[in-house]
């Protein structure tokens, strides 16, 4: 790993063993990208990667020469107004009004590991050897601005993580109207676009087009990630699959609006950008002050989309996620919503907590009707005290009485939201986001505390202190059902308005980092209404989401293939439900539920209290399974086999090999029985091919050559005689377990 700048040259080059990074400074000063992509070696020059053109009608930086046009240069972070008519990644508005920067390059450090981004959550490294941060300055010497790019390269991972950084170094106040993370120019348009798209209950759906001329685009404006898109793309060859040819991720370390955009020029150039969302922010910066983008990263393979998977799986577990629970175990928990919802009191939870205990469950989480007088979603939220009426001794006293009996206690928040019928409101109304002018609209009775500002996010902080304080919580649930509309902050100013969006994010994180700061024990789990805001920003701070409000295991497939292109399924919330479902109406088989559950931080979603003992004994094995496999599924190596995005979606396979490639668990799933099939066979990825493994359901040892080559046999699910056969009929599911032969 290292970071070379050749004076001669004027070339960077960002390389480890597995990848390259090159840019370099043009001769009028800006920075240029060459190369992204498998390591090159030897001597570098500027005219291997870029050449003059003196075209017609294409407009060049300096009178009577056509060697530079900023149209065709492909530029590491453009800037608008300077003879290039793409979108730019940076826009300011002087306090002249005009908005023509042009940014140079000045200098540029070297520094070992990886700095932390003041205030917002980024991947780390604990060893100075595992990263090299590279910093580059740029200067507008008329408009006195600071422009500082900072790329680092880790050891192990073909991975640049990069930011950009605003400095007002001169007098007069400026605006920040587009700050985008990233830009890149690709030398060619022909890729693919993959993105992760759905709504509520069925988020994160994969979906491929074809990169065309102009722009294409993903983003939220809801003041969160959202369920709608999320902040992650891949660019893909069109012959790459899972397991061959090129792919370039992009994925950004923030949870508020983003917008990631491909443009296709007339050159078949394409332009990919990647940051904060421009439509609605807008940040003042007065003399002295900095803004700094989030980060960004952009991974490279050329194995196929499996192995840039792997990579996302492999930097988020190891250097974004939190070190005391990188390799922690999840445990497995018994949720109380779908079992109860509002409905209980101490002795129903006792008795469900009870039930959990008896088959080998390691957690009980209270959700949502604990706290104020929140006997419905009409009324309670902000009131942070404890319904004394449903629980007499308080969380204190359930905690305890829980844990007595073996067990650890979780409990749901949502320290973001508000309803009007609360003593939050009655105190403090000027608390919501919102125009007082105008209309306020509700999403589930509730609406939105202002968390640009400080003193709320205090509030509530001192709030949840007061339970977590003097109570025995290990697990939290931080919910947020509730997107931003009337966004305005009575808090700001008329020319600051266009920041509350970004303030409001900054809010989130920093009540997460006092909060995971203060109690290091507790594991959090963001939610927000399931999947809408499932990003690397929160798995920072909570090093699991729950996946979806969705539990039918039919949807819960594409939801969790879906996730999969890029958070580890260790930070994947999965959970078995009843039946018939409470989003889909579906019945499932017990089998079905528990085995998509199990590729996850496997967990329940039902009231265990009515479990026939049949169903009962299933899940006991169920559990017992998940604890002998967990640190496989969690830490392993994840490997899609058969897509429900392709060909008729039926059916659907994918499997966890260790790192080692000694133990291996297969799951395969058919949505609907097809009459009088043949025999089918599934081949299988990542094992050793000379090495002989033992296989569920085989008394005879196979090599990996025969699993990887050949496959694993399927039966049909409806042959038209075995129709006592107990893995017949539709919503089928079967789990494999292999183990190396010990020679």
């Known amino acids: 790993m290292k970071i070379v700048f050749n004076e001669d040259t004027q070339i960077f080059h960002l390389q480890n063993k597995n990848?390259?990074?090159?840019?370099?400074?043009?001769?009028?000063?800006?920075?240029?990208?060459?190369?992204?992509g498998n390591p090159i070696h030897g001597p570098l020059r500027q005219h291997m990667f870029r050449r003059d053109q003196n075209r017609a009608l294409i407009p060049y930086l300096s009178e009577g020469s056509g060697k530079i046009s900023l149209s065709i240069e492909r530029q590491e972070f453009p800037s608008y107004g300077t003879t290039d008519f793409r979108d730019p990644a940076i826009d300011i508005q002087l306090s002249s009004g005009s908005?023509?920067?042009?940014?140079?390059?000045?200098?540029?450090?070297?520094?070992?590991?990886?700095?932390?981004?003041?205030?917002?959550?980024s991947t780390?490294?604990?060893?100075?050897?595992?990263?090299?941060?590279?910093?580059?300055d740029h200067y507008d010497r008329v408009a006195c601005i600071r422009l500082t790019l900072t790329y680092t390269i880790f050891k192990d991972y073909p991975v640049i993580g990069r930011n950009a950084k605003v400095t007002n170094e001169g007098t007069q106040e400026v605006f920040i109207d587009r700050l985008m993370s990233m830009s890149i120019d690709l030398f060619d348009g022909d890729w693919q676009w993959l993105q992760l798209s759905g709504n509520w209950a069925r988020e994160r759906h994969v979906h491929i087009t074809e990169l065309r001329p102009g722009i294409q685009s993903i983003g939220s404006r809801c003041g969160a990630s959202s369920a709608y898109e999320n902040p992650f793309i891949i660019l893909k060859r069109k012959h790459t699959t899972e397991a061959v040819g090129e792919a370039l991720g992009i994925s950004l370390v923030y949870s508020g609006n983003f917008l990631i955009q491909g443009e296709v020029n007339a050159d078949n150039q394409t332009r990919i950008v990647g940051g904060i969302h421009p439509e609605g922010f807008r940040w003042k910066l007065k003399e002295h002050e900095s803004f700094q983008a989030p980060e960004a990263l952009i991974a490279y393979s050329n194995k196929g989309m499996g192995e840039l998977s792997r990579v996302y799986h492999n930097l988020f577990r190891k250097n974004l996620i939190q070190k005391r629970w990188q390799d922690s175990p999840r445990p497995i928990v018994l949720n109380s919503w779908e079992a109860v919802y509002f409905d209980f009191d101490e002795e129903v939870i006792l008795e469900l907590a009870q039930s959990a205990k008896s088959?080998?469950?390691?957690?009980?989480?209270?959700?949502?009707?604990?706290?104020?007088?929140?006997n419905n979603d009409k009324a309670g939220l902000g009131d942070w005290h404890v319904n004394r009426e449903k629980l007499p001794n308080g969380i204190k006293g359930i905690a305890k009485k829980i844990e007595d009996m073996g067990l650890k206690f979780g409990l749901w928040i949502e320290p973001e939201m508000i309803n009007k019928k609360s003593d939050l409101f009655n105190r403090h109304p000027e608390?919501?986001?919102?125009?007082?002018?105008?209309?306020?609209?509700?999403?589930?009775?509730?609406?939105?505390?202002?968390?640009?500002?400080?003193?709320?996010?205090?509030g509530i902080y001192n709030q949840l202190i007061q339970i977590l304080d003097h109570a025995s919580v290990s697990f939290i649930k931080w919910d947020m059902n509730r997107n931003i509309t009337e966004a305005f902050s009575r808090n700001l100013q008329a020319d600051r308005q266009g920041e509350i969006f970004h303030r409001y994010i900054l809010g989130v994180y920093d009540l997460y980092e006092r909060?995971?700061?203060?109690?290091?024990?507790?594991?959090?789990?963001?939610?927000?209404?399931?999947g809408g805001r499932v990003d690397p920003g929160l798995l920072y701070y909570a090093p699991q989401f729950w996946t979806s409000d969705n539990t039918d295991a039919v949807e819960r497939i594409k939801?969790?293939?879906?996730?999969?292109?890029?958070?580890?399924?260790?930070?994947?919330?999965?959970?078995?439900?009843?039946?018939?479902?409470?989003?889909?109406?579906?019945?499932?088989?017990?089998?079905?539920?528990?085995?998509?559950?199990?590729?996850g931080t496997f967990g329940y979603e039902l009231d265990v209290r009515k479990l026939s003992e049949i169903e009962r004994e299933h899940v006991k094995k169920q559990i017992s399974s998940s604890k002998k496999y967990r640190s496989l599924i969690q830490q392993g190596d994840f490997r899609r086999l058969i897509s429900p995005f392709e060909g008729t979606g039926n059916e659907i396979a994918w499997m966890v090999t260790s790192t080692d490639k000694k133990q291996a668990i297969v799951g395969w799933y058919q949505i609907l029985a097809k009459p009088n099939e043949g025999l089918f066979r599934?081949?299988?990825?990542?094992?050793?091919?000379?090495?002989?493994?033992?296989?569920?359901?085989?008394?005879?040892?196979?090599?990996?050559?025969?699993?990887m080559n050949f496959g694993l046999l399927l039966f049909p699910s409806f042959n038209g005689s075995d129709l006592k056969n107990p893995i017949t009929g539709d919503y089928q599911s079967r789990i494999w377990f292999i183990e190396e032969l010990e020679e």
Request: charged residues 20%.
């Open 19 to 36: 990848f390259s990074y090159i840019m370099g400074i043009l001769e009028n000063g800006h920075l240029g990208h060459f190369y992204l």
């Open 99 to 121: 908005r023509v920067i042009d940014f140079k390059y000045e200098c540029h450090r070297i520094i070992e590991g990886k700095p932390k981004l003041g205030g917002l959550p």
């Open 124 to 136: 780390w490294v604990s060893d100075l050897a595992d990263g090299k941060t590279l910093e580059i």
């Open 359 to 374: 088959l080998g469950i390691e957690v009980f989480i209270l959700d949502d009707g604990w706290f104020g007088k929140r």
């Open 431 to 458: 608390w919501l986001i919102g125009d007082p002018l105008r209309n306020q609209s509700h999403s589930r009775n509730q609406y939105v505390l202002d968390f640009s500002r400080r003193e709320v996010v205090d």
């Open 515 to 530: 909060l995971t700061s203060r109690y290091p024990h507790i594991l959090f789990e963001s939610c927000a209404s399931g």
């Open 559 to 599: 939801i969790q293939y879906g996730t999969s292109m890029v958070y580890p399924l260790s930070s994947i919330g999965t959970h078995v439900s009843d039946i018939p479902n409470h989003q889909m109406l579906r019945n499932t088989t017990l089998k079905m539920r528990g085995d998509v559950a199990y590729f």
């Open 682 to 707: 599934l081949r299988l990825e990542g094992l050793h091919r000379e090495k002989l493994y033992t296989v569920t359901g085989m008394d005879y040892p196979v090599s990996g050559s025969v699993l």
